[in-house]
C-alpha cells in the first residue's frame, strides 16, 4: 500500500503535468521568424518533413523523446522572437485608402 507522501507526490507530479506546446501557428511563425526552413528541423528532429508540416497544422502532435527536443526548440526560439502585441502589428489597412486618394487627387506625384 502506498504512503501519504508516496500518494501526494504522484498527485504534484499530475498536478504540474506536462509542459504546453504553442499552438500550431505559433510553432510555424515561430520557425519562419528564425528563418528556418521545414527540412531544418525535421533533420535536427531525426524526423520527416512531412511529420514536422502535422505538427505546424495541427494534424498531430510530437510525443516524446522528439515532444521534449522540439519544446525546447521553440522555447528557446520564442525567448528570441516574441510574438507581437495586438497593438504592435502593422496594420496597413487604414494607410491604403489614403495612398489610393493621393493617387487620384494627383497629390502624389
Known amino acids: 500500500m502506498p504512503t501519504e507522501d ?3 507526490s ?3 507530479a499530475l498536478l504540474q ?14 520557425r519562419e521568424a528564425a528563418g528556418v526552413t521545414q527540412a ?5 528532429l531525426s524526423t520527416t518533413v512531412q511529420t514536422l508540416k502535422n505538427w505546424e497544422n495541427g ?3 510530437p510525443r516524446p523523446p522528439r515532444r521534449q527536443a522540439y519544446l525546447r526548440l521553440l522555447d528557446g526560439w520564442a525567448a ?3 510574438a507581437p502585441e495586438q497593438g504592435q502589428a502593422l496594420d496597413t489597412s487604414a494607410a491604403a485608402p489614403m495612398a489610393g486618394r493621393a493617387e487620384i487627387s494627383g497629390e502624389g506625384k
Do not use: I, K
Open 59 to 61: 494534424r498531430s502532435e
Open 6 to 8: 508516496e500518494l501526494f
Open 40 to 44: 531544418r528541423v525535421a533533420q535536427v
Open 17 to 30: 503535468g506536462e509542459p504546453q506546446m504553442p499552438p500550431p501557428e505559433e510553432r510555424a511563425r515561430l
Open 10 to 12: 504522484a498527485v504534484d
Open 80 to 82: 528570441q522572437y516574441p
